[in-house]
Structure formats: C-alpha cells, structure tokens
C-alpha cells in the first residue's frame, strides 16, 4: 500500500510543512528572482518555478489560478503574468531557473546554492554549423576551377578546329 508515500522530496519535515516551504520559497524567488538557500529545497522548487513561469506565458485565467494555488499571493503572480505578456521568457523553451553553487555552510557543511530566474535571451549554438560553412566555402572554389578548367579545354579544340579550316580556305584560295 502507499500510505503516506507522496511524490517529492521530503526535504526533512512533514508534509505540510514541506508544502509550506516550497510555496514560500517559490514566492520569495518569484518576489526577489534571487534567492539563497539549501541545494536540495532548490532543486525541490525548481520544476514547480518553471511550471509558473509556463503558466504565465499561457496567460489565460485558469492558469493564473493554478499560479495563486501554487504561489499564494495573487501580487506576485500578477508581476510574473506582467512579465511574461512583456516577453520577457518569449525565446525561451524551458529553465527559467539557474542554479550556482555557492560551497558548503560551515555548521553543517551543508551545500548552500543561489537559484535564480533567468531573464536574458537565449543564445543559439552556431558553433558546430560555421565549421561545415567554412568546409563548404573551400570546396565552392575547387568546383569553380575545375568547372573553368573543363570549359577551357572544350573552348581549345574549337578554336584548333577554327585555325585548321582557316589554313585550308587560305590554301585553297592560293
């Protein structure tokens, strides 16, 4: 049976408690877009973070609703709407949130990260594609000269032909 076994992190606490803290985590990092805190409570908030920001691109009125149920403060969720109707996630798919390693807390050593909202644009990966240009561009000219290679030998044996009936008019006219 699965009494008791919800999906998640536990994060050390009950149940409501856990609920509790990641909805006041989600609002503190909505309200702030920076927060400090435990490595596992923002990978535990990060999914529900980008599920808002989603919700808000939606932008219709059932998704602001299931945004207020999950932050719990209709302010906050009215900023983030704003936001996203201002384009501000627009190019982006996906991963709202960054997370940066900050080390360990010298008490418990326990690891102790900054979770942010991103807020630049995406910058596409060109990197891989340039290098196959630059092959393309070297063989471009190869298929030149060898394209004007071949035309010049086909212009030589006319222009022979020419001077061979040129000489035979000049002899016949002798």
Do not use: C
């Not at 803290?21 to 908030?45: C, F, G, Q, Y």
């Not at 996203?84 to 991963?95: E, I, L, P």
């Not at 807020?119 to 340039?130: G, M, N, S």
């Amino acid at each position: 049976m699965r009494h008791n076994k919800k999906r998640g992190m536990k994060l050390g606490t009950d149940a409501s408690h856990t609920k509790a803290m990641k909805k006041s985590l989600i609002a503190s990092l909505l309200a702030n877009d920076r927060i400090k805190t435990l490595e596992p409570r923002a990978k535990a908030i990060r999914g529900d973070v980008d599920r808002v920001i989603t919700w808000a691109k939606k932008g219709d009125l059932h998704s602001r609703r299931l945004a207020i149920a999950k932050v719990g403060d209709k302010e906050i969720v009215r900023e983030v709407f704003e936001k996203a109707a201002q384009g501000m996630w627009a190019d982006r798919n996906g991963g709202y949130t960054r997370i940066l390693k900050l080390g360990t807390r010298k008490g418990d050593n326990a690891e102790v990260v900054i979770i942010e909202v991103v807020t630049e644009a995406v910058a596409p990966k060109a990197a891989k594609t340039t290098v196959k240009k630059v092959e393309k561009v070297e063989e471009a000219p190869k298929a030149e000269e060898t394209a004007a290679a071949e035309s010049e030998v086909e212009e030589a044996p006319v222009e022979e032909a020419e001077a061979e009936e040129a000489t035979a008019e000049e002899t016949e006219a002798e």
